[in-house]
């Protein structure tokens, strides 16, 4: 299966420059794999170049994971961070993201200096 890069997933979300949204659509219109890494520089991208939401930032995640031809990698720990920032948006989405990684994978706790993380189950403040 295809992969996607960052600015793949910014395009299909924003729609901001016609020829490379038309591109992307065409890419992925056989299927395509969105990597954590790819997932999460979007999220940052999307809040710090587009100043989405927390909201709005939700909603484009629920978009990719719900999308009919992409994949996502650990789709299962993604929701599970989505649901984690949609109620505490503070952390921060790729917080989020790294927390419910570490936590599939089986390697908590996650040791933080974060405070608003480390108060988060799973995690630990140093």
């Known amino acids: ?14 729609r901001d420059e016609h020829q490379q949204t038309a591109y ?3 890419f992925i219109k056989k299927g395509a794999w969105v990597s954590v890494l790819a997932l999460t520089e979007a ?8 100043d989405l ?5 939700a909603l484009a ?8 031809t992409l994949v996502v990698q650990d789709a299962d720990a993604i ?32 040791g933080t200096f974060d405070r608003n993380l480390s108060k988060v189950d799973g995690a630990e403040k140093l």
């Open 1 to 14: 299966m295809r992969a996607v890069d960052t600015n793949v997933l910014v395009r299909l979300i924003t």
């Open 79 to 110: 929701t599970a961070a989505l649901d984690l920032f949609r109620s505490k948006p503070a952390l921060g989405f790729s917080d989020c993201v790294m927390l419910h990684v570490a936590k599939k994978a089986g390697h908590l706790p996650l």
């Open 53 to 57: 939401s927390a909201q709005e930032l």
């Open 24 to 26: 992307a659509e065409e």
């Open 43 to 50: 999220s940052w991208v999307l809040a710090s170049v587009y």
């Open 61 to 68: 995640i629920q978009m990719l994971l719900n999308h009919q």
